[in-house]
C-alpha cells in the first residue's frame, strides 16, 4: 500500500537559511498534518490543512509556513532558520476512509548549524 | 485542553515474555480516538492500535491489546511474546472525534526486549 511520502529525507542548513519540506500524502487522503520532535522528545503539532484549508494550528513559529495544494501535498516553509530548530519534521495524513487515523511519513531531519 | 501522561520513561523484558504499558489521559471530548504508535531506532512512527471511546470493546491487533477504561481514562497496552523488533519508543496519543483533528502524545516509554 502506498504510503506517506516526505522530502528531502535530511537537510542541512546554515542559520538565518530558508528551507521548504514536501509532504505526498497517501492518496485519496484529504487532511495533511505537520508535527516537529526534537531530540528525546514527543511529536509535537504543528499545523493541519483540510481539503486544501488550514484547519487547525499548534505552536508553528510565525517564521514557519505551510500550505496544501489542490493535488493535496504539503509544503512546509521555513525562513531564518535557528539552531532550534533542528529537529525530525513528521507529516500525517488521514481520510474519513481511514476513521481519521494517522498514518506517518518516514520524517525529515533537519540539521541547522 | 487534553494531556497524555505515560509515567514509565522506560521499561525492560524478556524476549518471550509480556509486558504491559500505562498511559492515562485528559479530555473534555465526549467521543475521541486514542492510539498507540512505535517509533524504532529509524525513529518511523508506526501505528500499532487505535481504540474508539465510544467502544466498550478493547481492540487488538495480533499480539498488541489494550486495556481500555473509559472511566479511569486509562488506556494501556499489552505486547505478548515480546520479540527483539519490538525495542522501540512507545507513544500513547488522544485525538478528538470530528474530522482533522491533531494528536495529542504523552512523553513515550522506551522498551527494550532482551534476549
Known amino acids: 500500500a502506498a504510503g506517506v511520502i516526505q522530502s528531502p529525507r535530511h537537510l542541512i542548513k546554515e542559520k538565518r537559511e530558508t528551507a521548504t519540506l514536501k509532504c505526498y500524502p497517501i492518496?485519496?487522503?484529504?487532511?495533511v498534518y505537520w508535527y516537529q520532535q526534537g531530540p528525546g522528545q514527543d511529536p509535537q503539532f504543528l499545523i493541519s490543512?483540510?481539503?486544501?484549508?488550514?484547519?487547525d494550528k499548534g505552536s508553528i513559529p510565525d517564521r514557519f509556513s505551510a500550505q496544501q495544494f489542490s493535488d493535496y501535498h504539503s509544503e512546509l516553509n521555513m525562513s531564518s532558520l535557528e539552531l532550534g530548530d533542528s529537529a525530525l519534521y513528521f507529516c500525517?495524513?488521514?481520510?474519513?476512509?481511514?476513521?481519521?487515523?494517522?498514518?506517518f511519513g518516514p520524517g525529515t531531519r533537519l540539521l541547522v548549524l | 485542553a487534553q494531556t497524555v501522561t505515560q509515567s514509565q520513561p522506560e521499561m525492560s523484558v524478556q524476549e518471550a515474555e509480556t509486558v504491559t504499558l500505562s498511559c492515562t489521559y485528559d479530555?473534555?471530548?465526549?467521543?475521541?480516538?486514542l492510539f498507540w504508535y512505535k517509533q524504532p531506532p529509524s525513529r518511523q512512527m508506526i501505528l500499532v492500535i487505535r481504540?474508539?471511546?465510544?467502544?466498550?470493546q478493547n481492540a487488538t491487533e495480533n499480539r498488541f491489546s489494550v486495556n481500555f477504561q473509559k472511566a479511569a481514562k486509562s488506556f494501556s497496552l499489552k505486547i505478548s511474546d515480546s520479540q527483539l523488533g519490538d525495542t522501540a519508543m512507545y507513544f500513547c496519543?488522544?485525538?478528538?472525534?470530528?474530522?482533522?483533528?491533531?494528536?495529542?502524545f504523552g512523553k513515550g516509554t522506551k522498551l527494550t526486549v532482551n534476549p
Open positions: 492518496p485519496r487522503h484529504d487532511t
Open positions: 481504540q474508539e471511546a465510544y467502544k466498550q
Open positions: 500525517a495524513s488521514s481520510s474519513v476512509t481511514s476513521e481519521e487515523t494517522q498514518y
Open positions: 490543512f483540510y481539503e486544501k484549508m488550514q484547519s
Open positions: 479530555t473534555s471530548e465526549s467521543n475521541y480516538y
Open positions: 496519543a488522544l485525538a478528538a472525534q470530528g474530522g482533522s483533528e491533531k494528536l495529542v
